[in-house]
């Protein structure tokens, strides 16, 4: 089978260097021919995975974090090719949101090893407006808590965003008057927060317990703005796996969603932000577009 592997080298403080040469040796050993293509700037990997599809390579493996993640997907879906080729995840990243919710191993060997198995599971992929997502995608106070932390990723996985969620928390002055549609449920008021998710993991961490990337819906939650010593209270119950069971947070299942704001908001996707900001956003799914090999 072709196989290109995508990988970002930069990825974790350059342990991605590491990873993809240890990846690239293994499944070589193995009888898996690949070609190697490293990142060079950012939307660098969408354009490769794009250019894969086009190709009609059989297999694209993609070594590197959940952003680069990202636009591998972002590629393979929007590429508007008949054909899409089969993902396999070698986890590089911090965090490693995806191949953690699909219980990818972490360890080098055993990831490449799930590739060369050859099973694969047909996911959902979740739209904002275009961008493409796999765990989550956000808006609101998260969607600048995202954007902080990725200014300076100076500790690793759930930890990086502490600070910059203490730091969003004490400049926070009300939240977004918000209309969320979500097949034909309405909600309406002043709200801080709005995730969906295709996935469990979200930003290092399990934000929607129970959430499956197979079940044809998005899983969402809805919080309504509250004051800053409450929302120093749920920092401890988004790392206790039980932020929706607060009594401000709404949790519900659509196969799409849109939401208009009185203001704009920035917006992430799998942890990468998305340029610009909106007043106005869709949501859809795209049931069971992507093989995966898990």
């Known amino acids: 089978m072709a196989a290109i592997l995508i990988a970002n080298e930069r990825a974790n403080w350059g342990l991605g260097r590491r990873v993809v040469g240890q990846a690239a040796e293994f499944l070589r050993r193995q009888g898996l021919p690949l070609s190697i293509r490293t990142t060079e700037y950012p939307g660098h990997a969408r354009e490769l995975a794009a250019a894969a599809a086009a190709q009609n390579l059989d297999t694209v493996v993609v070594s590197g974090g959940d952003g680069t993640v990202n ?35 972490q360890a080098v060997s055993e ?3 799930v590739i060369l198995a050859g099973r694969t599971r047909a996911l959902d992929v ?6 493409c997502f796999c765990s989550a995608s956000c808006l609101g106070y998260f969607a600048q808590v995202a954007a902080r932390s990725l200014e300076g990723k100076r500790r690793r996985g759930s930890l990086r965003y502490v600070a910059p969620a203490l730091g969003v ?21 002043a709200y801080a927060v709005l995730l969906v998710g295709n996935a469990p993991r979200f930003g290092g961490l399990t934000m929607l317990p129970g959430a499956r990337p197979d079940d044809g819906m998005l899983d969402c939650l809805l919080i309504e703005m509250v004051g800053k010593w409450e929302a120093l209270q749920m920092i401890p ?12 947070a709404i949790r519900f299942q659509a196969a799409s969603v849109s939401v208009t704001l009185n203001r704009a908001t920035q917006v992430c996707c799998d942890g990468e932000m998305v340029p610009g900001s ?15 090999f898990c």
């Not at 859809?284 to 995966?292: E, G, M, T």
């Open 71 to 105: 636009e591998v997907v972002d590629g393979l879906v929007s590429a508007g090719a008949g054909h899409t080729p089969r993902l396999g995840l070698i986890p590089a990243g911090s965090s490693n949101d995806l191949s953690k919710s699909l219980g990818i191993p």
């Open 111 to 113: 990831a490449c090893r």
């Open 126 to 131: 979740g739209q904002a407006q275009e961008r």
């Open 169 to 189: 928390i004490r400049e926070m002055a009300g939240g977004w008057e918000m209309t969320v549609r979500a097949d034909g449920r309405v909600f309406q008021g």
């Open 237 to 248: 119950l988004v790392y206790r796996q039980a932020l929706e069971r607060h009594r401000k």
């Open 278 to 292: 909106v007043v106005s956003l869709d949501y859809r799914l795209l049931p069971r577009r992507l093989p995966v």
